[in-house]
């Protein structure tokens, strides 16, 4: 099965700087990467995926970026803003597979 | 995008009750569903997969005597948590994706947070 790496776990940014999270997976036939992000308490929100025949892909703040070579894709938040303190989960779901692994998620807290 | 909507959004019950979630997709069919348990500062962990009309796929180390999954309906899946404990506390959240496809959002259910007294 798909095995998920998130790193880092938590991760501490004064507002405006940029945050980044990176994962990496383990089957090569992964082809769909989407980031979740989770206020507490409450259900995960998808902000943003890629799949595997884009290198990048950006929407205003936020973006991701994969390599499949290196089989890693990354989060990348710029001015960030305290409302993007949260906790945000990567997944490589498995082609012809339904069910969807999450990383260990990553802490963000954005220091007014 | 698709709604799932899940029920109740907290439950307190004694040890050795059952308690029951509910789980629905209210403006697409969901063929599958996916129970996920949630402690606290950690990640969602997968238990078990919901398929309509045929038995729950469990992960490892779940028990399915414990964790009863019912998916009876294309709109709707159940999980029950049988004499409950208070190792069993925590936040049990479901997932349902609309297409068809495997590259497709994964849209999650509110949440339920269980508390075992």
């Known amino acids: 099965g798909e095995n998920v790496e998130q790193h880092p776990s938590t991760l501490s940014v004064q507002e405006g700087d940029s945050a980044v999270i990176k994962c990496t997976y383990s089957?090569?036939?992964?082809?769909?990467f989407p980031w979740y992000k989770q206020e507490l308490g409450k259900r995960p929100q998808l902000i943003i995926d890629?799949?595997?025949?884009?290198g990048e892909k950006k929407d205003q703040r936020i973006a991701v970026t994969l390599n499949k070579t290196a089989k890693h894709f990354s989060l990348h938040i710029t001015e960030t803003q305290p409302e993007d303190s949260a906790v945000y989960f990567c997944?490589?779901?498995?082609?012809?597979?339904?069910?969807?692994?999450f990383g260990t998620g990553t802490k963000l807290q954005v220091i007014p | 995008g698709a709604v799932v909507s899940q029920h109740p959004s907290w439950v307190i019950c004694k040890s050795g009750t059952s308690v029951k979630i509910e789980c629905r997709s209210l403006?697409?069919?969901?063929?599958?569903m996916f129970w996920y348990r949630q402690f606290p500062k950690q990640s969602l962990m997968l238990m078990a997969t919901?398929?309509?009309?045929?038995?729950?796929?469990?992960e490892q180390g779940v028990e399915k005597d414990k964790f009863l999954i019912n998916h009876a309906s294309l709109t709707l899946s159940t999980l029950t948590v049988t004499s409950a404990h208070p190792e069993d506390s925590s936040f049990y959240i479901c997932?349902?994706?609309?297409?068809?496809?495997?590259?497709?959002?994964?849209?999650f259910g509110q949440g339920t947070r269980l508390t075992v007294v």
């Open positions: 997932s349902a994706r609309s297409g068809q496809g495997m590259n497709t959002e994964a849209f």
């Open positions: 089957d090569s036939a992964s082809n769909y």
């Open positions: 890629i799949r595997s025949n884009v």
């Open positions: 997944a490589a779901p498995l082609p012809g597979y339904q069910k969807v692994t």
């Open positions: 403006d697409f069919q969901a063929t599958t």
């Open positions: 919901s398929n309509e009309g045929s038995k729950a796929t469990y």
